[in-house]
């Protein structure tokens, strides 16, 4: 068995790695570079093998460091996580239910959410509790990575984002699928078909979400358009509203949800996309042992109610 300091260590490890040095790492942490230097040395010894290879230059893993690290930084995070569930126990299973969502996901799913009634379920989960259940949720936004992590480390009840949703201690359940179209300036050659498919963007300005939203999505967006043999110029834009703004002066073309187009504006008209396999998919998550334990009622009743008004859509 690791002695009780073997989580510090590790610590200490991950921070010498993406400081690249001992000193910087020293700062970092708060204390000497004689005691980090000392407590890797004992690792080493331990292990049998040098982690770090030293120069006056810089500072590399070697091929066993290399090996070592992306374990200890699994290993740190789910420490965090185990840390965030204990602290937010209470709020877990007490508190009010608290579900994030996705900027991107559709405004009709969110007045959804916004309209269910769940007090008969708060009631039944907090029957051993004082405190007076909440008839509504509380709702907080954030991008589908952030959710996630929020989800996983129990900040959160549940998530509902853009899918892919790929963690494996998340339950996850897809409750829209929903098409594309493109936001064209009125002058536009394009403003004239009924129809358009991904393969007539070819040379157009498109304005679509920065990577960083929501990698996972964007990837498969990307990856698609790429093997239709189209080439866009892709502009980054953070909001649909944004998005539409910017078509109507003539700057480019914008790949949007179906849904947005009841927030069209003059200067521009919004065509389906024909592409069937160009979708947005929508998701609810939770962690798996909080759908099995007190709130095993709620995700059934939220996720029926969602289906049957967005059905149009599947």
Not at 127 to 144: D, G, N
Not at 191 to 210: C, K, N, Q
Request: overall charge positive.
């Amino acid at each position: 068995m690791f002695d009780h300091s073997f989580l510090q260590t590790q610590v200490y490890v991950a921070t010498i790695a993406e400081q690249g040095s001992f000193s910087r790492a020293a700062k970092v942490l708060n204390t000497s570079q004689s005691f980090l230097t000392r407590k890797i040395g004992m690792l080493e010894n331990a292990l049998g093998t040098k982690l770090f290879e030293r120069s006056t230059r810089k500072m590399v893993l070697t091929p066993a460091g290399k090996l070592l690290l992306p374990e200890i930084e699994k290993s740190l995070r789910h420490a965090e996580r185990a840390w965030h569930l204990a602290h937010f126990y209470v709020r877990i299973w007490k508190g009010p239910l608290r579900i994030g969502y996705s900027p991107l996901i559709n405004s009709s799913t969110l007045a959804l959410l916004h309209r269910l009634d769940l007090a008969d379920l708060e009631k039944a989960r907090m029957s051993s509790s004082l405190e007076v259940p909440e008839p509504r949720a509380v709702f907080e936004s954030a991008t589908t990575r952030k959710l996630m992590t929020r989800v996983l480390c129990g900040e959160l009840h549940a998530g509902i984002g853009i899918m892919p949703v790929q963690e494996s201690d998340l339950w996850v359940e897809t409750l829209i699928r929903e098409p594309f179209s493109v936001c064209v300036p009125k002058n536009h050659a394009l403003a004239l078909r009924t129809a358009i498919s991904i393969r007539d963007l070819h040379g157009e300005v498109l304005y679509w979400i920065p990577r960083r939203v929501n990698p996972g999505f964007y990837d498969v967006v990307t990856e698609y358009i790429q093997s239709t043999g189209a080439e866009v110029i892709h502009e980054e834009v953070c909001s649909i509203a944004q998005a539409i703004e910017i078509v109507s002066h003539n700057l480019g073309l914008a790949l949007l949800p179906r849904t947005a187009s009841h927030l069209s504006r003059t200067g521009v008209v919004f065509k389906n996309i024909t592409d069937r396999y160009l979708q947005i998919e929508t998701a609810i998550f939770a962690r798996k042992d909080i759908t099995d334990g007190p709130l095993k009622e709620l995700f059934p009743f939220v996720v029926s109610r969602l289906k049957d008004q967005n059905v149009n859509f599947q």
